[in-house]
């Protein structure tokens, strides 16, 4: 531990990003079938509920909604940090910054009074919307209505069901708020379940309708081809990212091998799409990195002696080559504090560990004396 953690590193780095590597891919549809043929397992259509949803929008309701002078105070009482006053504005167009002691809570209120009346009675609203797709529930439930007679019932009190496309549990449309409890609430559904408790929606509140159940399977390529040409053209810029890597090493290799330095052998590399930024990190240890050193690097380098050249690191969106421009093993003797503290930790452990071994040995002689004798 003293070795690895203690040894000193010197580095000159070169780094690259991933994101702004664009080599032009455009694969013919062999290609693509080829490789959807190889990776049919990633496109497998999770299953997926067909139904129907009666909605209840909150602005359908806004009218039935009335609010006091005493309720819209209350509710910006209670909601501040919703309503920030608005900045005023210089003779500039520029915001003039105002030290709050400048406002008082009355000043700030009228400043934002309209949007917190709205924001109050769209609350409302959408209370109401849920009451009413909630009693539209209950109403289907004491009235026994079955899937045959639901359209009926609906027509009767001027409701309609719209049809709403396929979605899997973990992939909800936006319209249903793509919420993991509407997801839940729609795959609970069935023919002896047809419909939903009130859901919320982007718009307010709805009660699902259950169609059918769409069970799990593979998909033609057409089907998914947006997903394969994108999982294509990552695999295969991520191919030529590495193998301009490997490209660009070797041409700093050469440019150092000739007496260039490392930030100029790296500004000499031609390595199709790469732009490298180089920095020399000042001499750390594992035990305390540098602070912009990234730990992939330092496990990569564990191998390498000074002057070595690593081979294109990857990790997360970037790509790292480094020079170890120089190496030190710590000191291990008495002259290093480390040491003596890594000896006296040793001390300590095998002191243990040997007493513990002649404890388990007296308990062992100690209870094989009252041992049962087998005749």
């Known amino acids: 531990e003293l070795g690895q953690s203690d040894t000193s590193w010197t580095l000159e780095v070169a780094t690259t990003d991933y994101s702004a590597f664009a080599p032009k891919i455009e694969p013919a549809e062999t290609e693509l079938a080829k490789y959807f043929e190889e990776n049919t397992f990633r496109y497998e259509l999770s299953p997926q509920v067909r139904l129907r949803a009666i909605d209840f929008p909150a602005s359908a309701y806004t009218g039935q909604v009335r609010v006091s002078d005493a309720d819209v105070r209350a509710y910006y009482d209670a909601n501040p940090a919703r309503f920030p006053k608005p900045a005023a504005v210089g003779a500039d167009g520029k915001p003039v910054v105002q030290l709050p002691a400048a406002g008082t809570p009355d000043a700030d209120f009228a400043a934002v009074r309209p949007q917190v009346q709205a924001a109050l009675v769209l609350e409302r609203s959408r209370q109401i919307a849920a009451q009413n797709a909630s009693n539209l529930t209950l109403a289907l439930y004491e009235g026994k209505i079955t899937r045959a007679n639901v359209d009926a019932f609906l027509k009767e009190r001027n409701l309609t069901a719209r049809p709403v496309s396929p979605f899997s549990r973990d992939a909800v449309p936006a319209e249903l708020a793509g919420s993991s409890e509407v997801g839940e609430a729609a795959f609970k559904l069935d023919d002896a379940r047809y419909y939903s408790d ?11 309708l259950w169609e059918e159940t769409l069970p799990a399977r593979q998909p033609q390529l057409v089907e998914v081809r947006a997903r394969v040409l994108a999982d294509f053209t990552e695999n295969e810029k991520r191919k030529k990212f590495v193998e301009a890597g490997r490209a660009a090493r070797t041409q700093i290799e050469a440019r150092l091998k000739a007496g260039d330095t490392f930030e100029k052998a790296v500004a000499a590399t031609t390595a199709s799409g790469l732009k490298f930024e180089t920095k020399t990190l000042p001499a750390f240890t594992a035990r305390e990195p540098a602070t912009d050193v990234d730990y992939s690097v330092l496990g990569s380098i564990q191998t390498l002696q000074k002057g070595a050249l690593s081979e294109m690191i990857m990790s997360g969106a970037k790509g790292t080559i480094v020079q170890v421009i120089d190496r030190k093993a710590p000191v291990i003797d008495d002259s290093n504090p480390r040491f003596a503290e890594t000896r006296t930790q040793l001390a300590q452990y095998l ?21 049962p004798i087998n005749p």
């Open 351 to 371: 002191s243990a560990s040997a007493a513990s071994s002649q404890i388990s040995g007296l308990v062992e002689k100690e209870l094989a004396k009252s041992a």
């Open 198 to 208: 009130a859901v919320s929606t982007v718009n307010g509140s709805a009660v699902l």
